[in-house]
């Protein structure tokens, strides 16, 4: 008898939790392929920020080294370094 | 190089000369607290990041109450990336706040708002306001149950204050009620009266900041190890920040998208349990120690007078503070700067646990 | 000024490397907003699918009109009682042309453009002529499909 209530409350919570995700709104792509995509371009994007952050840091260190150097004021009529 | 060319052309035609002066004098002190300077320009970096993503999603909102939630949906749901840039809004939103607060309070700490810099703490205070505003308006535009109740309480709340109260609201609510009259008023707030006066403060602020340069608080003045060049060297630090927290944005938009409740219903019962957002949640828990009924007067509008008056004092602070304006130490201002800021984070940490 | 260090190409190297990452970076961001911004809903069909008897009985020498994706189609009963089905928007500057009987002329009142009944540009500013479609009937289905595409109905 124990169990068979068991069952059928454990039976009607799976049924209430259903209900419940159907008036959910899917505000993330469902299917396992999309997600995938998702995670992946996330992955990507991220990559994307710390190569630009690395670069960043050596254009930082090259200025650095230049202005401790004292060459970076330069003269009105220096030629153009191109 | 045409590059060269079209350099010589404008040259020729504008002189930039005073600009380029500038941009080599532009310098910042390095001390202790020097990171604090990037919040600011955290702030606007997710300012444009708001416009933009902002812009894309009134190409498809529909700002009418029978189809505004629904329009929502089709965005999410239908269009390609809608859940992205409706989640990348979400969460620029809140970080865009949360970098205004740590901004404000690090300024009320530091005293940054000391003479000369009194515009620059009103310009950025009526910022901050105006961006919970934005926060506000925007989740109006969802149109779900609790974006309802939380506007009707907001509002209301407002309706409280003596004299100009009933004003305000009826003003804020386009009628006595919160109907699909508010969602347009507040939706036309949204979109085009909060980023025009936004976009002139903005200006006024950054202008205001490069007027008077960086300010030093006052207990780092004599230990200032040096200054820094704002171009290029701040600017590309600068950058590093700004893609950190656009990583950051990204993740956040991409694994916490927001819900979407159910439809407002005006004649439902509020929905259990409800919150307003994180900003709001200081306020929310003041009102709640409130009883409804002190010495005869209605409770609440005792409390709308107070928190008014709090408001009111942190927005006037540097015409109280006088001492740190004559560069003296102030520990009385410390102190309320400690208080409020203490205040706010520990309500806003009760409001999330209770 | 020349310095022994090799600093320019150093630094030049540095600049590419940043520009082209920042321009790749920027690039792909800007290609997701512009996929959300420009979605390719709304785009012309290949066919529509209508009721016939909503269409056939018309009376000759008119037209009855049909929503082709979002624009006008319209649907044509010549005097001779030969049935067609056409776009109804001008060549010139996409206004909707209406249907003349009497002088069994479309015209476009955007530039005083004419069409004779065949679509034929004949007068005006129009360039092209007008696009014609082709007309099936499968039983109570009325297709309307582009010239050359091949309709494929789905299952119901």
């Given at each position: 008898?124990?169990?068979?209530?068991?069952?059928l409350?454990?039976l009607?919570?799976?049924?209430?939790?259903?209900?419940?995700?159907?008036?959910k709104?899917?505000v993330?792509?469902?299917?396992?392929?999309d997600?995938?995509?998702?995670?992946?371009?996330?992955?990507i994007?991220?990559?994307?920020?710390?190569?630009?952050?690395?670069?960043?840091?050596?254009?930082?260190?090259?200025i650095?080294?230049?202005q401790?150097?004292?060459?970076?004021?330069?003269?009105?009529?220096?030629?153009?370094?191109? | 190089?045409?590059?060269?060319?079209?350099k010589?052309?404008?040259?020729?035609?504008?002189?930039?000369?005073?600009?380029?002066?500038?941009?080599?004098?532009?310098?910042?002190?390095?001390h202790?607290?020097?990171?604090l300077?990037?919040?600011?320009?955290?702030?606007?970096?997710?300012?444009i990041?708001?416009?933009?993503?902002?812009?894309?999603?009134?190409?498809?909102?529909?700002?009418?109450?029978?189809?505004?939630?629904?329009?929502?949906i089709?965005i999410?749901t239908k269009?390609?990336?809608?859940?992205?840039?409706?989640?990348?809004?979400?969460?620029?939103?809140q970080?865009?706040?949360?970098?205004?607060?740590?901004?404000?309070?690090?300024?009320?700490?530091?005293?940054?708002?000391?003479?000369?810099?009194?515009?620059?703490w009103?310009?950025?205070?009526?910022?901050?306001?105006?961006?919970i505003f934005?926060?506000?308006?925007?989740?109006?535009m969802?149109?779900?149950?609790?974006?309802?109740?939380?506007?009707?309480v907001?509002?209301?709340?407002?309706g409280?204050?003596?004299?100009i109260?009933?004003f305000?609201?009826s003003?804020?609510?386009?009628?006595?009620?919160?109907?699909?009259?508010?969602?347009?008023?507040?939706?036309?707030?949204?979109?085009?009266?909060?980023?025009?006066?936004?976009?002139?403060?903005?200006?006024?602020?950054?202008f205001?900041?490069?007027?008077?340069?960086?300010?030093i608080?006052?207990?780092q003045?004599k230990?200032?190890?040096?200054?820094t060049?704002?171009?290029?060297?701040?600017?590309?630090?600068?950058?590093?920040?700004?893609?950190?927290?656009?990583?950051?944005?990204?993740?956040?938009?991409?694994?916490?998208p927001?819900e979407?409740?159910?439809?407002?219903?005006?004649?439902?019962?509020?929905?259990?349990?409800?919150?307003?957002?994180?900003?709001?949640?200081?306020?929310?828990q003041?009102?709640k120690?409130?009883?409804?009924?002190?010495?005869g007067?209605?409770?609440?509008?005792?409390?709308?007078?107070l928190?008014?008056?709090?408001?009111?004092?942190?927005?006037?602070?540097?015409?109280?503070?006088?001492?740190?304006?004559?560069?003296?130490?102030?520990v009385?201002?410390?102190?309320?700067?400690?208080?409020?800021?203490?205040?706010?984070?520990i309500?806003t940490?009760?409001?999330?646990?209770? | 000024?020349?310095?022994?260090?090799?600093?320019?190409t150093?630094?030049?190297?540095?600049?590419?490397l940043?520009?082209?990452?920042?321009?790749?970076?920027?690039?792909?961001?800007?290609?997701?907003?512009?996929?959300?911004?420009?979605?390719t809903l709304?785009?012309?069909?290949d066919?529509?699918?209508?009721?016939?008897?909503d269409f056939?009985?018309?009376?000759p020498?008119?037209?009855?009109?049909?929503?082709?994706?979002?624009?006008?189609?319209?649907?044509?009963?010549?005097?001779?009682?030969?049935?067609?089905?056409l776009?109804?928007?001008?060549?010139?500057m996409?206004?909707?042309?209406?249907?003349?009987?009497?002088?069994?002329?479309?015209?476009?009142?955007?530039?005083?453009?004419?069409?004779?009944?065949?679509g034929?540009n004949?007068?005006?500013?129009?360039?092209?002529?007008?696009?014609?479609f082709?007309?099936?009937?499968?039983?109570?289905?009325?297709i309307?499909?582009?010239k050359?595409i091949?309709?494929?109905?789905?299952?119901?």
């Amino acid at each position: 008898m124990k169990r068979i209530i068991l069952v059928l409350v454990s039976l009607l919570m799976n049924a209430g939790i259903l209900l419940a995700q159907e008036t959910k709104i899917d505000v993330f792509p469902a299917a396992p392929y999309d997600r995938f995509i998702i995670y992946q371009t996330l992955a990507i994007f991220w990559v994307g920020i710390i190569g630009l952050i690395i670069i960043i840091r050596m254009k930082l260190k090259e200025i650095e080294r230049i202005q401790s150097l004292g060459i970076d004021k330069e003269d009105k009529d220096t030629p153009l370094l191109d | 190089m045409s590059y060269q060319r079209l350099k010589d052309w404008f040259e020729e035609r504008y002189d930039i000369e005073p600009l380029r002066v500038f941009a080599k004098h532009k310098l910042v002190p390095r001390h202790k607290y020097e990171i604090l300077y990037y919040t600011g320009g955290i702030a606007m970096f997710l300012f444009i990041i708001q416009f933009i993503t902002g812009i894309v999603l009134a190409f498809y909102y529909v700002p009418h109450h029978e189809f505004a939630y629904k329009s929502i949906i089709e965005i999410v749901t239908k269009l390609n990336m809608g859940w992205f840039f409706r989640s990348l809004h979400h969460w620029g939103a809140q970080l865009a706040i949360l970098a205004l607060f740590i901004h404000a309070f690090s300024t009320l700490l530091l005293k940054s708002y000391r003479k000369p810099r009194e515009l620059l703490w009103l310009t950025g205070i009526v910022l901050l306001g105006i961006s919970i505003f934005f926060g506000l308006s925007g989740y109006l535009m969802l149109w779900d149950e609790r974006a309802f109740a939380a506007v009707r309480v907001a509002t209301g709340g407002a309706g409280n204050l003596p004299l100009i109260g009933n004003f305000i609201k009826s003003f804020l609510r386009g009628g006595i009620d919160v109907t699909g009259e508010t969602l347009i008023r507040f939706y036309a707030f949204h979109v085009s009266l909060l980023p025009l006066v936004t976009m002139i403060l903005i200006g006024f602020h950054v202008f205001l900041v490069q007027y008077h340069g960086m300010s030093i608080p006052l207990s780092q003045e004599k230990k200032v190890h040096g200054y820094t060049p704002f171009f290029p060297n701040l600017l590309y630090k600068d950058l590093i920040i700004w893609l950190i927290v656009l990583g950051i944005m990204v993740t956040f938009a991409t694994l916490l998208p927001p819900e979407i409740g159910k439809k407002a219903d005006p004649l439902a019962p509020a929905p259990e349990n409800i919150k307003p957002e994180w900003y709001f949640l200081f306020l929310f828990q003041t009102l709640k120690f409130f009883p409804g009924e002190i010495m005869g007067l209605n409770g609440e509008t005792i409390a709308i007078i107070l928190i008014s008056c709090g408001i009111f004092f942190f927005f006037l602070i540097p015409f109280f503070d006088r001492k740190s304006s004559r560069g003296e130490k102030s520990v009385l201002f410390t102190w309320i700067g400690v208080l409020y800021t203490l205040y706010f984070i520990i309500m806003t940490i009760i409001g999330f646990l209770s | 000024m020349k310095i022994d260090y090799s600093l320019v190409t150093r630094r030049t190297f540095l600049n590419a490397l940043f520009g082209g990452w920042l321009v790749a970076f920027c690039g792909g961001s800007l290609y997701a907003l512009l996929k959300f911004a420009f979605p390719t809903l709304g785009k012309e069909p290949d066919f529509v699918v209508l009721n016939v008897k909503d269409f056939i009985d018309i009376s000759p020498n008119s037209v009855k009109p049909f929503a082709w994706g979002g624009k006008l189609g319209l649907f044509f009963k010549k005097e001779d009682g030969s049935t067609h089905a056409l776009k109804g928007v001008c060549t010139h500057m996409e206004c909707n042309v209406t249907y003349k009987p009497d002088e069994k002329k479309f015209y476009c009142p955007c530039h005083k453009g004419w069409f004779d009944e065949n679509g034929k540009n004949i007068e005006g500013p129009p360039p092209k002529p007008l696009e014609f479609f082709e007309i099936q009937t499968e039983g109570e289905k009325l297709i309307i499909a582009k010239k050359g595409i091949k309709v494929e109905l789905p299952k119901a």
